[in-house]
């Protein structure tokens, strides 16, 4: 029998140690209490439903990740509510659109774009807005609004796009791919000297510490689970510079929705009546009357970063190719 060995995607090493795994029919069933139902098979094409599906964290960077193999491909994400994806509102809209003004910073690239929300508003900003996205019909849609459609994989983008953006997007996208830093290393082609990237993802030490059986932060979906930590890695695996680092604020009202929301995932794991209980209410109303929104020890779902490429440097891959 072949045993998998498994290589961390951030450092590359081949030591790592299994902390959690679920069964495909867990998972399943899990994605199923959120109210999207997919068939084991559809999840995870070739394995049966006692199949464990593993998180494993690596030992030399502490970096938490998942088979590569198991990346959901478009059938998956079809099935997903657009809405969760497509989100007209998030905190990282604005903070980039005032951190492109602010460094002066014109011709953006969105890469992952959705149905363009965060374009349209940088496009009322003044910016000149580019979208990449797999999806057509996003594609379509952002064409529509006026904005620049990048489509297909980037290895078959235009030449001409090389070295010329100001700044490109990545608005919960490591997260999704096989290889992060790969990915990041060829788009930086596409960056002028001195181009930032804007990076979202969601935080492992946020308030998704209370949901640990979230599917969502599991394969297929999720591939990787970010600390600050890792994106200040990150950076300097890339030999850019980390400009600012932080994370989203965290309100009363999500910890609730996290904690109601773990409540009943655990009682479909583990095969349990729902418990009525009012305690996550209470806890949440002490949190947003005690100002503890206002702490730093406390952090909301995501981590965001600005990260500037060297002027002049050329980019080399950890393992010696440079792209």
Known sequence: MTIDRFRCPLCFSFEYQVIERLTVAQISDLWAENGITFLPNNLFPGKSLTSHIELMQCNDCRF?????????????????????????ERPEFPRTIHFAKVHSLNKVLDFGCGTGAFLDKA???????FGAELNETALQHIQSQGHIALPGPLDTWNKEYRGSFDLICLFQVLEHVP????????LSSFLKPGGSFSISVPNRHGVLRLSPFEPSNWPPHHLSHWRAKDLRHLAKLINFSLLQLGTDRLYGRRVEQVLRNSINQQARLF????AQTSWPFFLSLIYRF????????FHGDSLFCFMQKPMSVRNKHPLGDSI
């Open 64 to 88: 938490l990740f998942g088979d590569s193999r198991l990346a959901g491909d478009s059938h998956f994400y079809d099935s997903l509510h657009s809405d969760i994806y497509y989100s007209a």
């Open 179 to 186: 290889s992060p830093m790969e990915l990041l290393l060829k």
């Open 123 to 129: 496009k009322l900003s003044g910016l000149m807005t």
């Open 271 to 274: 095969k349990k009546a729902p």
């Open 290 to 297: 005690t100002g503890l929104k206002f702490c730093p020890f």
